[in-house]
């Protein structure tokens, strides 16, 4: 059978037409959320890259981002990679290879997350580096740690050498969703320390120790978080020992009337350092 060169070019059209309906199926099928986070993703380097090119099995290649940010690729040569979305690296690709391929058509995606990070400092947190294995936001770097020691008024995040503001406090405790950010290669999240994240709570409990300081804690949860008083205790003569501005303040708490309910005005709200004293009865 003798094909002439109008059959050949007929065959081609038809192998492209399916090739590019093959890719609008593939991202009607499986854009959603992934086409979306690596829109967004920041590619860094040590990172491995699948590079596609519509009909061009030659041109189709995985790459790896070397230290110093570049990959290779046949037919497009040295490419800065590092600091671009894939969406961005794939425009770039193509216009380099114009001069080999007529519209081509590029698909850049993330083989393999290598070096995306933040970094987390600041002395309300133990220090460290999360790794950005998928898209990640504040609010789900947030609920990840433990933030008691932190002083979430004060945190920020820096990006680029420019400091970001977000309420921290309103987005963790109260939901408020427009001071969430998606967290970005090479961000930094700063937490300073609260300058006192305690309460004690110290004398005739069955369990003396330091608890988190929580917003709201009342003395009955801290009495009750200690496992109560000892039978040795003075329950009326508990009490609540602050110190603000240099003074110290001592406030009795009758604790028994307060546990048998007749006068819940002894549930003092704590502070921030106060120290619970339960006196120890002489009887």
């Given amino acids: 059978m003798v094909f002439c060169l109008e059959d050949c070019i007929s065959l081609k059209k038809h192998r492209i037409a399916l090739q590019m309906a093959v890719l609008i199926v593939c991202t009607l099928v499986f854009g959603g959320a992934a086409s979306a986070t690596e829109s967004e ?8 890259l699948s590079v596609f090119v519509w009909g061009e099995t030659e041109l189709s290649v995985p790459a790896l ?3 110093d940010g570049r990959i290779s690729l046949p037919g497009a040569g040295e490419i800065m990679a590092e600091g671009l979305t894939p969406e961005a690296l794939q425009k770039e690709i193509a216009s380099r290879l114009t001069a080999l391929v007529k519209d081509p058509v590029v698909t850049v995606s993330m083989a393999e997350i290598a070096n995306s990070k933040v970094y987390i400092i600041g002395g309300g947190v133990n220090p460290g580096i999360f790794e950005l ?17 932190a002083d ?27 001071q969430d950010l998606a967290l970005r290669h090479n961000d930094i999240v700063f937490f300073p320390a609260l300058p006192e994240p305690y309460v004690y ?77 339960a006196n120890t009865s002489f009887f």
């Fill in 152 to 178: 979430l008024l004060g945190a920020h995040v820096m990006r680029d050498g420019k400091k970001i503001e977000r309420d921290f406090d309103s987005l963790l405790h109260k939901g408020d969703v427009t």
């Fill in 65 to 67: 981002v070397r230290p």
């Fill in 201 to 277: 709570v110290l004398g005739a409990v069955s369990a003396p120790r330091a608890l988190a300081f929580k917003d709201g804690m009342t003395i009955l949860d801290a009495i009750l978080e200690t496992g109560g008083f000892s039978k040795f205790a003075s329950e009326n003569d508990t009490v609540v020992v602050r110190r603000e501005n240099g003074t110290e303040q001592h406030i009795k708490v009758r604790a028994k009337d307060l546990i048998d309910g007749k006068d819940m005005t002894q549930n003092v709200l704590l502070k921030r350092g106060d120290y619970i004293i």
């Fill in 41 to 48: 993703y920041i590619i860094g380097a040590g990172d491995r």
């Fill in 133 to 149: 294995k998928q898209k990640t936001s504040l609010l789900q770097l947030l609920a990840s740690m433990d933030l008691t020691r």
